[in-house]
């Protein structure tokens, strides 16, 4: 203890030699060797109390900071992109090992097993040391007697005493119970009914080679029309796959057709513009004219066309094309004909049937549903055909009989009558045309010079027997179905051939004509002259009403314009006249659709464009403050009535 202190002496002697010999004050720079003192690193930042009093909270959490956060999935069941959850769980260390329940039978084997082995271990290892160890000296016992040795089998730690120690039972950890339970079985019902026996008939035939070879030729057609309808139905798809992807590459025709409305007509007023729409051609028909033009009245979107040739030296096949609004690119039906189909006209209520005259004087019934390209009925020189082009053909209301029927006019001077009777059409002489005020009787025998040529008719809306026949020679003859003995009335109306003759939809007294003398003009059929005459400086080739007003009307050229009137707003000029095709292009035919306000116009080149009036062209009158705005037919009937009675005056005049 002594040495000790003398050290600790002689050290702290030392330690203040050196300070002194330094200059150095006591506790700088220096690191005593001895006590509990704090050992500072040279380049410590020295901080102050309320820096040291500071608490600086860390949270530490189980996400992982490598983990991305930005992760998002599709989800199809919502139909959007959602974030997903990410795995935080990083994995330090794996090892793939083997447990075995303590409990098992497997688990006291091998505890069993390893408890024998490190008993015999351990006894080896004792045995050993206590060969070297000294005897130790025998206390003797309390009383006196003789000392006993401490057998090896009396150690609570011996192998003996572990071997014979009876296990402990394991107390159930799961806390399991078994239970059981019995259901009562339902008794068992046997139930039985008879029913009367069917009835036995005892059969017996023959068969012979005919049916056999019957069978097998009713099992092969039932096999093609099996193949057919699949076919049809492949067709049918394909034709909708057309159509959508139609619609997709000309979505822009298609949204003018619905909603564009040309804004330039509030500043050009009353005039207006036609917009083109569809172009609609067929490849097979380029070297043909449009002939004809008529409208579905049940689908409103489906138009037929006669493709021939007006030129008389170059007459040759025809065509009669179905198209729609909804496809222009391809036909929804072709029908190709040996003659040109110069007419042709749909049946109001079955709109199916098509009647169709050619340019070698045979007129046919096409039916739509039924599959070829024949017709189901046409006209024979034994039946009756014409001798020379058939130039109208107009449905007419079925007879008693409830046969459907339609009436035709050619160039041979004869309006003959077609009944579809089963099979075949009965035809019937309405009237025979002459270039005299007369009909000839036995016309058949009389020189070619006296037969008028019919080139138009059209039968009057309200009375059923009254009906209306253009002439080469300009004339129009007012007719009666009941009284052919002669003409009701004549109307020396055109110095040409009359192309066109039409009566309004809504005044029963109105129609319109045009000729190729450049004129249209408009009749009351009560009066011998025109009420309106208009010069559009070309030959017209066709002229129609409007199915939306009564003063409304359209008119094409040769010149391949389209010229359209609204009586109502100008009675002298045209409120549209428009170009829709090249000069050298002449256009044939104009028809107005009955619903949607657009017409369709066809060349002599097998063009057909689809055109939309602007609204100025449509336009309805303004009802006055306070005042609903009457419609129906007879507020367009009072509309033409007004302007016609300007002109049913003593002095008439004509404009």
Not at 181 to 194: G, I
Request: glycine share 6%.
């Amino acid at each position: 203890m002594s040495l000790h202190n003398n050290n600790a002496a002689a050290h702290i002697r030392k330690m203040s030699t050196v300070q002194k010999l330094s200059g150095m004050k006591p506790g700088d720079g220096l690191i005593e060797s001895h006590g509990k003192g704090l050992i500072k690193p040279a380049g410590q930042v020295e901080l102050s109390e309320t820096a040291l009093q500071e608490e600086i909270t860390r949270i530490l959490t189980t996400n992982n900071p490598h983990a991305p956060q930005n992760i998002v999935r599709y989800s199809f069941k919502d139909r959007s992109y959602k974030t997903c959850i990410v795995d935080q769980m990083a994995v330090l260390f794996e090892m793939e090992g083997s447990l075995v329940h303590e409990d098992s039978d497997e688990g006291r084997r091998l505890r069993a097993r390893g408890g024998l082995c490190e008993e015999a271990a351990s006894v080896d290892t004792e045995t050993e040391p206590d060969e070297e160890k000294p005897e130790t000296p025998a206390t003797p016992a309390e009383d006196g007697g003789e000392v006993e040795e401490v057998g090896e089998e009396d150690r609570p730690d011996s192998v003996a005493s572990k071997i014979d120690r009876k296990e402990l039972k394991q107390t159930n950890q799961f806390n399991f119970s078994e239970r059981a339970s019995q259901t009562l079985n339902n008794p068992q019902r046997d139930r039985s009914c008879q029913t009367e026996p069917p009835p036995r008939c005892t059969f017996s035939a023959t068969a012979s080679q005919w049916e056999i070879y019957d069978a097998y030729v009713e099992e092969l057609q039932q096999r093609e029309k099996s193949q057919s309808d699949d076919a049809t139905k492949l067709k049918k798809a394909a034709k909708i796959l057309e159509r959508m992807v139609h619609q997709n590459i000309f979505d822009d025709i298609a949204q003018d057709f619905k909603y564009f409305e040309d804004p330039s007509d509030e500043f050009r007023d009353p005039e207006g513009t036609l917009l083109p729409l569809w172009k609609f051609h067929y490849d097979k028909a380029k070297r043909l004219s449009v002939t004809a033009l008529c409208w579905n009245n049940k689908y409103q979107d489906l138009f037929a066309v006669g493709m021939g040739s007006y030129e008389f030296s170059k007459q040759g096949h025809g065509m009669l094309l179905i198209y729609t609004l909804k496809n222009s690119w391809f036909p929804e039906h072709v029908y190709p004909t040996t003659s040109g189909a110069m007419c042709l006209d749909i049946h109001k209520e079955c709109s199916y049937l098509v009647a169709v005259g050619f340019h070698s004087g045979c007129v046919a019934v096409y039916n739509l549903k039924q599959e070829g390209t024949e017709p189901v009925f046409k006209s024979t020189a034994k039946t009756g055909e014409h001798t020379d082009p058939v130039w109208q053909v107009r449905w007419q209301k079925d007879d008693m009989d409830n046969n459907h029927n339609f009436y035709s006019v050619s160039a041979d001077g004869r309006v003959v009558s077609w009944t579809l009777v089963k099979t075949e059409l009965v035809f019937t002489d309405i009237i025979r045309l002459s270039m005299k005020g007369t009909i000839s009787e036995g016309l058949e025998h009389a020189p070619q010079s006296s037969i008028a040529c019919g080139t138009a008719f059209d039968f009057h809306q309200q009375i059923d027997y009254l009906f209306l026949v253009g002439t080469e020679d300009g004339k129009i003859h007012k007719c009666s179905k009941t009284y052919s003995s002669q003409f009701l009335e004549t109307f020396d109306a055109h110095k040409m051939a009359v192309h066109a003759v039409k009566w309004n939809h809504f005044h029963p007294k109105v129609f319109i004509s045009c000729s190729s003398d450049y004129t249209v003009k408009i009749w009351d059929h009560t009066i011998n002259s025109p009420m309106f005459t208009f010069d559009l400086n070309a030959a017209v080739a066709d002229v129609s009403w409007s199915p939306y007003s009564s003063t409304v009307f359209a008119a094409v050229t040769t010149d391949g314009r389209v010229h359209v009137f609204d009586l109502s707003v100008n009675k002298y000029e045209a409120i549209c006249q428009q170009a829709v095709v090249s000069k050298k292009t002449q256009l044939t035919h104009v028809e107005f659709n009955p619903i949607y306000p657009i017409i369709v116009v066809g060349d002599n080149r097998g063009y057909i464009n689809s055109l939309k009036l602007s609204p100025n062209l449509r336009k309805k009158p303004k009802a006055k403050k306070g005042q609903e705005l009457p419609e129906g037919p007879e507020v367009e009937v009072a509309k033409m009535e007004k302007l016609l009675s300007l002109l049913r005056e003593p002095e008439q005049s004509t404009f």
